[in-house]
Every structure is written in structure tokens, then in C-alpha cells.
């Protein structure tokens, strides 16, 4: 069985809706997820704190599933 994984954004939920088939599936995609917040140049966090986006990759986390 392959392992599979999720990416768990700052506020502590995954940032997909389907985990990924691979850990280096989901460590690709982080700068894809990141570039969503160029806009307003942060991150904000369900408690209000910014992240700046260079900081951002830094404060996910990759974990397998189950």
C-alpha cells in the first residue's frame, strides 16, 4: 500500500481536499499553494496573525495519512 500525504496549512487543517499520492507530490505543490496570498502579500492565520509569504513554506507541514 503507498503511503499517501496531507499538508497541514498554519491554522492546523489540510490544504487540499485530497491528500497526495506522494511526499514529494505535496512538497511541489507548497509554492503553488503559497502563490494564492501574493495578492495581499501574507498569510493570515484564523487568529489573525501575518505570515509574510517568504516565511510561509516554513510553516507547513507534511504528514502521511492514517
Known amino acids: ?7 497541514i496549512s498554519p491554522d ?3 490544504i487540499t481536499c485530497e491528500p ?5 507530490a ?11 496570498y501574493e ?4 498569510y493570515s492565520t484564523s487568529d489573525l496573525e501575518r505570515i509574510p509569504l ?3 513554506p516554513y510553516c507547513l ?3 502521511p495519512c492514517g
Not at 495578492?39 to 501574507?42: D, F, L, V
Open 1 to 7: 500500500m503507498t503511503k499517501k500525504y496531507n499538508v
Open 12 to 14: 492546523g487543517f489540510p
Open 20 to 24: 497526495f499520492a506522494s511526499k514529494k
Open 26 to 36: 505535496a512538497l511541489e505543490y507548497i509554492p503553488l499553494w503559497c502563490q494564492q
Open 39 to 42: 495578492r495581499q502579500g501574507y
Open 54 to 56: 517568504e516565511e510561509l
Open 61 to 63: 507541514s507534511v504528514v
